[in-house]
């Protein structure tokens, strides 16, 4: 029985010069980045690694600056295995050379924090016949999908290469060197983000200057700016609009509704005593109601509110009645102004101006 | 002769019938009871056998009714063709994740693993992913322009401010907002309520911080949370969308599937005030004069519901929740609860009184 090294678990400290060397002697398990290498996620896991043992120590042989460090497992193997269990097809970037050789070699290397997972703990070699099943559920994976990847779509379980992956503990992960980079310039930048008392006199005073700069100018050129975006001229159709003489009106029933004028958005009312000018806007939502005659009431098609035909609601969800203009007499032609509006719920139908005695 | 009398007069009869059934309160009653009957018995009926048959007796109840003009016309409206196809998308979608929460239910009490158990939670973006998309965007394009050729969009007369179309429906997804701006004002139905669905959907995650029904299918474990979602999104969104779409008509009154759209036809909706119903009714009293005296009773009636109804509902059947949410977490859920439950609350009493407001403070535009 030989004593051989599997390795559990690796990872990057901080130093890499991004030479590309780990990442051509072990392909899938480094990634060399723009400005580090990091641990491909796959490689978090011991069932990886194990196989790939040999690549890894070649990898940390070559690094030039010694930044790949890794923890291992002793196992005894089986003395007349021509070829290690770890050395499968699969594994095609594996490396001819003995693995008794490159074992005792990466000893010094092991000088960095050793916490080995107790989750990884000591698996049994498999002997030379049996294949060891770790490496049958990669090989499994690896040809299931053309190569790209371990999954299975519909698979019932987990799968073995999956299931040391998943039972790692997160904190249990090596350090990585991108997240160790990451984090110091971080506390670099917020050591010089550090306000000195000298910086704050004379940002502030920059500050009060240009703050009194704008002030100052928007105070000067401020209303002329304002000016500006408003129009010269409006185009504004004249609110006051004829609507015949006063005698068409006269004879009207109480109760009629006039709807010459609707394209101008008023209705002619005759009410019990007087005329009036109803606005067409339903006051729910602004839509435009319509006159039924034989119901004698304004029906809103948008929620349904019904008015009288004094406007007054009665149904529907309209919280107030509709609106009346303002309505006069001139040389027997009655001219209603829809700039001035009365509105009943505030009592206003009653003023001079909502109406025309008959 | 008479036979083919009798059978269009039977076939009148169960028009009528079925006319009776969409008035609104009866078909938002009959909604809501076959919800809770779909719930309670979600394993029998999400099982292939009894979904097939009910969809299958659907369909034909549907080409069936096509005989009927009125009906036809309203289905195949280009507007309306959406909403048929949505009322079959919700349906199939709800059978879809009852059946494998129906299936999973059944598992967890036989002790064997979901359906989902092993399955990996990764998926490949290329080409999984990638693909799907490719095909499920060519399909939507194939099928955007045979609609497109097939069913023209309406032209209508040009715009006029003057004029609106009777009866004037917002696009289809807002007939939710528009039916509930028939039964509120305008900021509680357009602004308020609204928000008030936002903002509870945003506060769901922290509501409900229970993790059950994470990742895999389930009923059993969260009839609650299901329940109360459900009743939201399908009796108060989309059966007000179908209220909207097929049975509101001209003059925005409600039409049964059989009737004519008869823009004249009569319809006596003078409204009731609650303040009459309290003061003048049942009280015999003329109307107190201030407006805070006068809606006193509304404005105590809606305070109770909002107060006592936390205390109540927690006496009823929230004793666990609330004690396992904390007390804040809890009011929130009471409030959105309430306020959902007060739209149909309104409705009802829209439908059979005629309410106008519980509290009617016109004189603020307070108005609820």
Redesign the interface.
């Known amino acids: 029985m030989a004593k051989k090294q599997l390795i559990t678990k690796v990872w990057i400290e901080e130093g890499c010069i991004v030479c590309d060397a780990c990442e051509t002697a072990a392909p899938e398990v480094f990634e060399v980045m723009d400005d580090t290498c990091v641990i491909r996620p796959d490689a978090l896991n011991a069932e990886f690694t194990k196989p790939r043992s040999e690549g890894i120590v070649d990898a940390a042989e070559e690094c030039p600056v010694d930044v790949i460090k890794f923890d291992s497992d002793t196992v005894e193997v089986a003395d007349e295995a021509p070829t290690e269990p770890a050395a499968a097809p699969a594994t095609e970037t594996q490396t001819a050379p003995s693995p008794a050789k490159k074992a005792p070699a990466a000893e010094p290397k092991k000088a960095a924090p050793q916490k080995a997972p107790a989750s990884v703990g000591k698996t049994k070699a498999p002997s030379a016949g049996e294949p060891d099943p770790s490496i049958q559920a990669l090989l499994e994976a690896a040809t299931s999908?053309g190569g790209?990847?371990g999954?299975?779509?519909n698979?019932?379980?987990?799968?073995t290469s999956?299931q040391g992956w998943r039972a790692t503990d997160v904190d249990n992960l090596p350090p990585d060197a991108r997240q160790a980079k990451v984090v110091e310039a971080a506390q670099k930048a917020k050591k010089q983000s550090a306000l000195h008392r000298r910086d704050f006199v004379s940002n502030s005073a920059v500050a009060i200057g240009w703050t009194a700069f704008g002030v100052g100018t928007g105070i000067s050129i401020g209303p002329a700016f304002g000016r500006f975006m408003m129009p010269n001229v409006l185009e504004e159709p004249d609110p006051r609009i004829r609507v015949g003489k006063i005698t068409r009106y006269m004879e009207m029933a109480p109760g009629d509704v006039n709807e010459d004028y609707?394209?101008q958005?008023i209705w002619m009312i005759r009410d019990e005593d007087r005329i009036a000018a109803l606005n067409?806007i339903c006051t729910?939502?602004g839509?435009?109601?319509?006159w039924?005659p034989?119901?004698r009431k304004f029906?809103?098609?948008?929620?349904?509110s019904?008015y009288y035909s004094d406007g007054i609601?009665?149904?529907?969800?309209t919280?107030?009645p509709l609106e009346r203009f303002k309505i006069t007499i001139k040389d027997g032609i009655v001219i209603v102004d829809k700039s001035k509006k009365y509105q009943y719920?505030l009592g206003q139908w009653d003023q001079p101006g909502s109406y025309i005695l008959v | 002769m008479d036979s083919i009398l009798a059978a269009s007069s039977t076939l009148d009869s169960v028009k009528h019938f079925i006319n009776v059934a969409c008035e609104p309160h009866w078909f938002l009653i009959i909604s809501v009871l076959a919800f809770f009957i779909f719930l309670i018995g979600y394993r029998t009926w999400t099982k292939p056998i009894v979904a097939g048959t009910v969809s299958a007796l659907a369909t034909l109840f549907f080409l069936a009714s096509c005989a009927d003009t009125n009906f036809a016309k309203i289905v195949t409206k280009a507007d309306n063709v959406p909403i048929v196809i949505m009322m079959v998308t919700v349906s199939f979608l709800l059978w879809l994740a009852f059946r494998q929460a129906a299936i999973n239910d059944e598992r967890m009490e036989k002790g064997e693993?979901l359906i989902e158990?092993?399955?990996?939670d990764?998926?490949?973006v290329w080409p999984d992913l990638v693909y799907s998309e490719l095909i499920a965007l060519v399909l939507c394009t194939a099928l955007l322009i045979v609609w497109a050729i097939i069913l023209r969009a309406p032209l209508e007369q040009p715009a006029d401010?003057?004029?609106?179309?009777?009866?004037?429906k917002a696009p289809w997804y807002f007939l939710g907002l528009?039916e509930m701006?028939?039964?509120?004002?305008?900021w509680l139905a357009?602004v308020v309520f609204p928000g008030l669905i936002i903002v509870g959907l945003l506060a769901i995650p922290y509501i409900d911080k229970n993790p059950r029904g994470n990742g895999y299918y389930t009923f059993k474990e969260r009839k609650f949370a299901i329940t109360t979602f459900l009743f939201g999104f399908v009796i108060l969104w989309v059966v007000l969308i179908i209220f909207g779409t097929f049975l509101r008509g001209?003059?925005?009154?409600f039409f049964g599937p059989y009737e004519f759209w008869d823009?004249?036809r009569?319809a006596a909706?003078?409204?009731t005030e609650f303040h009459d119903l309290f003061w003048v009714n049942t009280l015999g009293r003329p109307l107190p004069g201030h407006y805070l005296i006068r809606e006193l009773p509304g404005i105590v009636l809606l305070g109770a519901y909002f107060m006592l109804g936390p205390v109540i509902m927690k006496w009823l059947f929230f004793r666990k929740i609330s004690r396992d949410i904390g007390f804040i977490r809890y009011s929130v859920l009471c409030v959105l609860i309430l306020f959902m439950l007060l739209m149909p609350i309104k409705m009802v009493l829209r439908w059979t009184l005629?309410l106008?407001y519980i509290v009617g403070i016109?004189?603020w535009?307070l108005?609820v």
């Not at chain 1, 839509?287 to 319509?290: E, Q, T």
Request: glycine share 8%.
């Open positions: 999908r790209n990847a999954i299975m779509r698979s019932t379980e987990v799968p999956a609707k394209p958005g067409i729910h939502l839509c435009i109601p319509n039924q034989n119901d029906k809103c098609p948008c929620h349904g019904g609601n009665f149904e529907g969800p919280p107030r719920e | 693993p158990a092993g399955a990996d990764k998926v490949l401010p003057n004029v609106a179309p009777n009866p004037a528009q701006l028939v039964y509120f004002d305008p357009g001209p003059n925005w009154n823009p004249h009569p909706l003078l409204n005629n106008h016109t004189e535009f108005n």
